[in-house]
């Protein structure tokens, strides 16, 4: 989809899609295209995937909590490091959640005209949020393994693997929910993230307890604890690089910029591309702006080149691109501003 698009010697394209309406009125030859990608637009996106999304978290949400007041209760009861290390995870991951469904109910919320990208980059917060909760739970884990590698201490096996059986159910059943929400958004990621690490570490906590019950080796509790933590800490670290990526507005990891250029200066009659900018305000969108200079001879014939630029990054996957016509004495007398 395009938004508003001019030319260098003020010729002013405004494209949305699908609908052409040419004026030739007033003017030797202004168009003006509306394109128009069903909601595509600066924080017009519909959130098809959003009531789904909800209702997994909320399902989710329960389970996490009710777990979680569990580990901690018999973890303490039971001197089990492993079930306490999933607990203190399982709290970050109910903080985490409750974080990523608010985040999806302020990113619902409509563009307006102090908020002109609308609302959706609240989400990538929140995945950065839990991304740096996860990493701390991480260290925590860690930190207390070590201050526990002299093995002492007994263990109540018996209540370690009732509750951690009772939690890979849960988390299982959870991970089941947002699996196939886990694409929607980078938010829904971060939410994945936690459900499925609480899974691993429930599966850890399990085998800890069969050795130590089977062997008397109670060192197996510890090991298990940094198990979970070597898990748990490479996933949050990639989820907020990513996270960190969108916020800074940077071309995502998985877009050629070189390509989209080549792309572009291979439409007959553009001599070259400058002033080329691609980012994303969700994670998953594309957005573009350019500046295409076209041969002198071209000019009244801008839009259809609009047209044909702006379907081939929609081919390319941009959902939204401003395009700005010029010729090159205009694209000459910008840089000498520039400069």
Known sequence: MSDTTRTGDHHDHSHSVHDHDHDHGGHGHGH??????????????????????????????????TIFLAEVIFGLLSGSLALLADAAHMLSDSAGLV????????????????????????????????????GAISIWIVIEAIKRLGGHGEIDTTMMLVVAVIGLIANGGSALLLVRRQHDSMNMRGAYLHVLSDMLGSVAVIIAGLIVRATGFILADTIASIVIAAIILPRSVRLLLDAMRVLMERVPGHVDLNEIRVTLEEIPGVETVH?????????????????????????????????????????????????????????????EVHD
């Open 275 to 335: 002033d080329l900018h691609v980012w994303t305000m969700d994670g998953n969108e594309l957005i573009a702006t350019c500046h295409l200079v076209i041969e002198p001879d071209r000019v009244e014939s801008g839009c259809n080149i609009l047209d044909v630029a702006n379907h081939r990054l929609e081919k390319i996957g941009v959902s939204h691109a401003t395009i700005q016509i010029e010729t090159a004495d205009h694209a000459e007398h910008e840089a």
């Open 99 to 134: 974080i990523a469904l608010v985040a999806i109910l302020i990113g619902r919320r409509a563009a307006n005209t102090s908020a002109t990208f609308g609302y959706r980059r609240i989400e990538v917060i929140a995945a950065a949020v839990n991304a740096l909760s996860v």
């Open 32 to 65: 003006d295209h509306d394109h128009d990608h069903g909601g595509h637009g600066h924080g017009g996106h519909a959130h098809s995937h959003a009531p789904k999304s909800l209702k997994a978290l909320i399902g989710v949400i329960i389970l996490t909590t």
